[in-house]
């Protein structure tokens, strides 16, 4: 039971063009996101997140849009640069009270910048 | 600001052998979360420990367990070491807040079972 999906398991753009990344989820209940990108050898970097009570959130060449009705969020970088290659992994979790503790991730999305 | 890290880098066991890794959190963070990231999966979250009390568990056996210490650093450990624990083991770090839930992980440690 994947409750978190990401259904590309990879992607592939040239320098300065956009990324879009995509994330469906399942569970209703989730009611904040997170995108995580991993470079090999490495843990995932926090890279930005989205409240569910906001559709939109920026930062710098970041923005992650959220579909509430349709349970999808997507990831936007303007411009795509080669060091934005790596895995970018999705993550969903409840936000308030005693349950703000488990993060369920997708199994992430191979991004390749090419020069 | 020293991050979250992680030891050993690299373990390798034995089926049947037990073993335990170490983390220490992010400075100011009070709670710690252990996932298991199989080969070309998303990381699995295993438990989180919150004042040094286990705070949430995944679907997990009885055989992984954890400490918090008062220093908020943290261990896991797994008993009776099966081939498909063989993983990355990140721990991650966080302020738990209402309304907030970014979590920072370490490198990781990479266990093989053989």
């Known amino acids: 039971d994947q409750q978190v999906k990401q259904n590309s398991p990879s992607l592939s753009v040239q320098e300065g063009r956009i990324s879009i990344l995509n994330c469906d989820y399942t569970n209703s209940m989730f009611d904040y996101f997170l995108w995580y990108k991993k470079y090999p050898a490495e843990g995932p970097t926090f890279l930005i997140s989205?409240?569910?009570?906001?559709d939109k959130n920026e930062d710098g060449r970041f923005t992650v849009f959220l579909n509430k009705s349709a349970k999808h969020l997507s990831l936007h970088i303007v411009p795509s640069q080669p060091g934005d290659s790596a895995v970018y992994f999705c993550a969903a979790s409840l936000a308030s009270g005693g349950s703000n503790y488990k993060l369920t991730f997708g199994k992430g999305t191979l991004l390749t910048v090419n020069p | 600001e020293t991050g979250v890290t992680q030891s050993p880098t690299h373990l390798i066991k034995t089926r049947g052998q037990q073993v335990t890794l170490r983390c220490s959190s992010q400075s100011g963070h009070n709670t710690v979360s252990w996932y298991q990231q199989a080969l070309g999966q998303g990381p699995q979250f295993i438990f989180q420990y919150y004042r040094e009390e286990e705070n949430g568990r995944g679907n997990f056996p009885p055989r992984f367990s954890g400490l918090q210490f008062p220093n908020y650093s943290s261990e896991l450990n797994v008993n009776a070491l099966e081939l498909d624990d063989s993983a990355l083991y990140l721990c991650?770090?966080?302020?738990?807040?209402?309304?907030?839930?970014?979590?920072?992980f370490g490198p990781g440690t990479r266990l093989t079972v053989l």
């Open positions: 991650a770090s966080s302020f738990v807040l209402a309304g907030y839930n970014e979590q920072f």
């Open positions: 989205i409240s569910s009570i906001k």
